[in-house]
Each structure stands twice: as structure tokens, then as C-alpha cells.
């Protein structure tokens, strides 16, 4: 976490190339501001480190890691070949109280993809497979897309991502599935292998 963010951040405030402005669609004009999304937005942190904590095997551990990772280092490299961030739009953040840190901390730097619907996505779907190996009731498999979904939801209702942020953050989070899923089989293939 240390160095994706160390990497994020350096990137954020210091972008080798000029930021382009990603374009504000009718759906994000239609999606307004709601202070309650802040809680799906940051409970991101509790979720994603959840999921490999959950995790028995060694080998799925380290392949959910160096899927992770991946996806880490193809968000930060897009995001040094061609910045981008959310316009400023008019909102009045002082009716918005506990955005304040949000908007400090994390500007709408760093915008396509959406690295925190990617890590969102990814994390939903390896639960989901988790659940359903081990044999998961089905209101644990609702309960993980409903609070996916408010993440993703979380992340245009904070203003922090526009509507194609999180189109490209969930074709990110699918595809680091799709890898995570390839380091699986290679791993049970060698431990098949006599």
C-alpha cells in the first residue's frame, strides 16, 4: 500500500504530460452530490484488504497480490501516459460536511480509470468466487454486489470520478480478475504435477 501510494500521489501532483479534463456526461450531471456516499466511498479501505485476509491458501494469497499489483501498475502507468481529472463542477462542499479531508487529500487527479472502482470491482468478484467455492449463502453473495455497488455508486455521488472513470475502473477490475483467475489454475497445475 506504502508504495502504490507513494507512486499515486507522485503522480497526482506531478504529471509528466498535460491533464486532460474528462467530459461530464448527462448521467453525471443527473447524479448529485449525497453526503452519505462518503461511508461506501472510504469503507474502499476495509473492503479490498478484507478479501485476501479471507484467503486460506498461500498460493491464491500471492496470485491475489501480484494480481493486485497489476492492477496497480497498469492504473498508475495509464495515468502517467495520459493524466486526467474530473472538471470542477459547481458544488458548494461547505453543505457537504466530512468531504473537506476527502477533497484535501485525494484531488480528482488521477480520474480514468477509476482505480477505486478497479480495486472495487476486483475485490467484489474474488469474494464472490470465494463464496460460491466455499459453499456461500446467498445473502453474503448480495450482501458483497450490494456493497460493491454502492463503492462504484460512491464514487460519481462524491464527485471524486465521472461516469467513463468508472466504465474504464470496471473493465480494469475485471480484467485483474480474469489474471487473478490464470495465476490460480498455473498455481493448482503445479501443484498437480508430479
Known amino acids: 500500500m506504502t508504495v502504490f501510494f507513494t507512486g499515486y ?13 474528462m467530459p461530464v456526461l448527462a448521467i453525471d450531471r443527473w447524479v448529485g452530490v449525497q453526503s452519505w456516499t462518503l461511508i461506501p466511498y472510504v469503507s474502499l479501505w476495509i473492503y479490498v484488504p478484507a478479501v485476501p485476509a479471507l484467503l486460506r491458501d498461500r ?13 496497480a501498475t497498469a492504473g498508475l502507468s495509464v495515468f502517467m501516459l495520459s493524466p486526467t481529472a474530473v472538471p470542477q463542477l459547481a458544488v458548494d462542499w461547505s453543505r457537504h460536511p466530512g468531504f473537506g479531508g476527502l477533497k484535501a487529500l485525494d484531488a480528482t487527479g488521477n480520474a480514468c480509470p477509476s482505480l477505486h472502482v478497479a480495486f472495487a470491482v476486483f475485490a467484489a468478484l474474488a469474494a464472490d468466487r470465494m463464496l460460491r467455492a466455499g459453499g456461500g449463502r446467498r445473502f453474503w453473495r448480495i450482501f ?51
Open 59 to 71: 498460493g491464491a494469497l500471492i496470485s491475489f497480490g501480484w494480481a493486485a499489483a497489476a492492477l
Open 144 to 194: 458483497n454486489a450490494l456493497w460493491a455497488l454502492a463503492i462504484v455508486y460512491s464514487t460519481m455521488a462524491t464527485k471524486q470520478h465521472v461516469s467513463l472513470d468508472v466504465v474504464a475502473g470496471c473493465g480494469f477490475g475485471v480484467a485483474a480478475m480474469a489474471l487473478w483467475e490464470v495465476l490460480l489454475r498455473r498455481g493448482a497445475l503445479r501443484r498437480s504435477t508430479p
Open 9 to 21: 500521489f507522485a503522480v497526482l501532483n506531478h504529471p509528466v504530460r498535460p491533464v486532460t479534463l
